[in-house]
């Protein structure tokens, strides 16, 4: 009953963020600014990913630590299980234009599943160390070092040659282009969509101080975890 009251509205809400990004990561954002096609760097998934941040900063500072580890993992598992079953069952009704192969399907999930478990465990170190500064301070320097981590791991061992042995590469992902699409130089197009991905999250992490603040704000002090 404790576990229903307390941490079951954490959990679900981070299997909906989870589950939510899974999918939309597979749509790219349509439209143009300027002379930059957004397709190419990014997907509707880069807009609702971050949120998980905010997830687990809000249950640190109820529950504490230990209790927003426990979340993390079933987000891990959620990502993990989500990356190898959602893009089959959308293509299979029409969702999606591609199919991916299972083994192209395994690297993806190795991919989310390592970034967003180190992401997520960082958020909390970095979280409880500066929890007792100012209530931005930690919510939003955990959430951008998480960040940070999140995108490099996983378009790193989703993407790079060198993680190979993790699956098949992805040959439109390695091909050289210029940087964001604009820049004069030129460098493999998974490094435009990472920096592409990094660039939003780091926007909307500033914005989600707004629900943070506001729930936060219910709770004058931390309640303890059972």
């Known amino acids: 009953m404790i576990f229903l009251s307390r941490y079951l509205p954490f959990v679900e809400a981070m299997a909906l963020v989870v589950v939510a990004s899974n999918i939309l990561v597979l749509f790219p954002m349509q439209g143009a600014i300027g002379g930059l096609s957004l397709a190419d760097i990014l997907t509707w998934g880069a807009f609702t990913y971050p949120f998980s941040f905010v997830v687990t900063d809000l249950a640190n500072r109820r529950y504490g630590p230990a209790v927003a580890r426990r979340i993390v ?47 997520q465990l960082l958020d909390v170190t970095v979280f409880n160390r500066l ?70 999250k780091l926007v909307i992490a500033v914005v989600a101080l707004i629900p943070y603040r506001l729930l936060a704000a219910r709770w004058s002090q931390p309640a303890l975890a059972a």
């Open 73 to 119: 993992f079933v987000g891990f598992m959620t990502a993990v299980i989500c990356s190898i079953v959602i893009p089959p069952l959308l293509f299979r009704h029409g969702l999606i234009e591609f199919e991916t192969a299972a083994d192209r399907l395994v690297r993806i999930a190795a991919a989310s599943g390592a970034a967003f478990l180190t992401a």
């Open 131 to 200: 929890r007792r500064q100012s209530w931005w301070r930690a919510p939003i320097v955990g959430t951008l070092v998480g960040s940070v981590f999140d995108t490099v791991v996983f378009f790193t061992v989703a993407f790079a040659a060198a993680f190979a042995f993790a699956g098949p590469n992805e040959g439109f992902a390695l091909e050289t282009a210029p940087l964001m699409g604009v820049l004069p130089v030129k460098t493999m197009r998974w490094i435009s969509w990472a920096l592409g991905d990094l660039s939003v």
